[in-house]
């Protein structure tokens, strides 16, 4: 047992990427205008829920980890860490990570933050993940808190901004998701995990993430159409987005199906760091905003 053991079953990588997803929710919503010291309570605060959930959920998922080549050399697993001590190490991170929200942040923030570790822990992992298709769909809200813990951060409110971003990072991961289940189909086949395209095919999953990309490609447009972004993440958000279809749009003449997922799960997440860099650097500043509604 090591220090790098626990911090594995964090899930660092997961960290990290909703790290970037609270920055963009932050810095669009600060319009200019930073509080350091609120930013880190943030960012902070949602990396300790985030990685919370993350071991709670390498705790849940031991007995089909081990059946999932991907994940039969976690930590837990291999019995590296006890369930106990992982579990209090969970319920420590979780609780402190909420509490520098409520408090340094405030409780809205705090709020989201467990209405996101309740989804992806108590209905995702411990349910739905191995009961029903729709869990990727459910388990995609957890993954859009982040952006938008960092927003009501700064805002204290659930706006339209707010919610876009809730839609967008909600509809952003399903396509990703589904390309991880098609090149990891074996897998979850032999986990008996419940994704679209082992259970109702590979084609059908194509259909979906054709759909869910058009959706969130038309979601981006919303920051900038509610006077939320500017022009320059516009554009970004345009040429990603299109890219990013025209790859669904592929994967129905694609030679190998799990080379093309693969290609798509990594553009997604090019995708989602470009976006979330864009609403941090190219806001409407309320200066701009009185100017574009002046009479």
């Not at 970037?20 to 929710?25: D, I, P």
């Not at 205008?33 to 949602?46: E, N, P, S, Y």
């Not at 987005?241 to 553009?267: E, I």
Request: aromatic share 12%; charged share 10%.
């Amino acid at each position: 047992m090591s220090l790098k053991h626990f911090i594995q079953i964090t899930k660092p990588g997961i960290i990290f990427g909703n790290v970037l997803s609270v920055a963009g929710g932050f810095f669009l919503a600060s319009k200019g205008h930073v509080d350091f010291g609120l930013f880190l309570a943030a960012v902070i605060g949602t990396s300790l829920v985030v990685a919370s959930g993350c071991v709670f959920n390498n705790c849940i998922d031991r007995d089909i980890d081990v059946k999932m080549e991907r994940t039969k050399n976690r930590v837990l697993v291999q019995g590296l860490v006890s369930l106990r001590l992982a579990l209090i190490f969970a319920s420590v991170l979780g609780i402190a990570g909420v509490g520098l929200l409520y408090t340094k942040a405030n409780p809205l923030a705090a709020l989201f933050a467990v209405i996101g570790f309740v989804i992806y822990v108590g209905f995702y992992s411990l349910y739905l993940k191995r009961k029903s298709v729709h869990g990727t769909l459910v388990g995609s809200l957890s993954g859009a808190m982040p952006p938008v813990i960092g927003y009501v951060a700064v805002s204290n409110s659930f706006d339209l901004a707010a919610l876009t971003l809730l839609v967008m990072f909600s509809l952003w991961q399903m396509p990703h998701s589904y390309a991880i289940a098609i090149f990891r189909f074996n897998d979850y086949l032999a986990a008996s995990i419940p994704v679209l395209p082992v259970k109702r095919g590979i084609v059908v999953a194509k259909r979906h993430i054709l759909i869910y990309t058009l959706a969130f490609l038309l979601a981006t447009l919303m920051l900038t159409v509610g006077g939320y972004a500017g022009l320059s993440y516009l554009a970004v958000a345009a040429v990603m987005g299109m890219y990013w279809l025209y790859m669904a749009w592929s994967g129905y003449k694609a030679v190998d199906d799990r080379v093309w997922a693969r290609k798509l799960f990594v553009f997604s997440i090019f995708t989602i760091t470009a976006l979330s860099v864009m609403m941090s650097l190219d806001f409407q500043a309320p200066s701009e905003l009185l100017l574009t509604y002046a009479p």
